[in-house]
């Protein structure tokens, strides 16, 4: 999401026009007139400065006009991203993290707040969001179905170019090592507690973290 961030401001940043100034002093008053309270609220809720979340908000207005992101925009920026291979099934995924109403759309306060987790949380915010991305069924812990399901779609989404080595069952035993090394108890589940001691005591796992974090 770093990469989606990039972008958006680098939009933002771009004015070749008086046309384009127009419009971003447009946006930016109907922002101030819209939402003053909206982004102190903001401000005081994450990790970004008022001008920061004013650059991201034009940036998410550019290209979401309808300021909400349903899953086939994100579906849509994610494959611009991973060319060489899949990612409409991690995009899901992400989505629903990022969703947090569960509502099927994603208003700038809750992509905000995703981003204000991901790019200048703590480790262990970073982790519980982590955490949230895996737990599918939203039951409060991982099962090895469900990691099985997020290691498959990051392998997908990578493509054969970034793991050219990779071989069909790779996933498997990826997710095997995972598992056997968070689930301390081996009562088959991963609670939050377990994952975020495995991640912070194996440097391999924390690494795997940050791949995923770089995903973002
Ligand atoms: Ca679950
Ligand atoms: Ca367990």
Redesign the pocket.
């Known amino acids: 999401m770093g990469a989606v961030v990039g972008t958006l401001t680098m939009q933002t940043r771009q004015r070749p026009s008086r046309a384009r100034d127009k419009v971003d002093d447009e946006l930016e008053m109907t922002m101030v007139s819209h939402r003053p309270e909206g982004l102190e609220q903001l401000e005081a809720q994450t990790n970004f400065t008022k001008q920061e979340l004013q650059v991201l908000y034009r940036g998410f207005k550019n290209e979401c006009p309808s300021g909400v992101v349903n899953e086939e925009t994100f579906k849509h920026i994610y494959a611009q991203f991973f060319p060489h291979g899949d990612a409409s099934t991690y995009a899901h995924y992400l989505f629903n993290a990022f969703d947090s109403r569960n509502n099927g759309s994603i208003k700038f306060e809750d992509f905000v707040m995703g981003l204000s987790t991901l790019l200048r949380g703590t480790v262990r915010d970073k982790l519980e969001w982590t955490f949230h991305l895996y737990d599918i069924n939203r039951d409060g812990f991982i099962n090895r179905e469900e990691m099985t399901e997020i290691v498959r779609a990051i392998y997908d989404m990578m493509g054969k170019y970034t793991y050219p080595a990779l071989k069909g069952d790779v996933p498997k035993q990826h997710v095997d090592t995972f598992f056997e090394k968070m689930?301390?108890?081996?009562?088959?589940?991963?609670?939050l507690e377990?994952f975020v001691i495995a991640c912070q005591e194996d440097e391999n796992m924390m690494r795997s973290m940050q791949l995923f974090e770089n995903v973002m």
């Not at 689930?183 to 609670?191: E, L, M, P, R």
């Open positions: 689930d301390k108890n081996k009562d088959g589940v991963v609670t377990e």
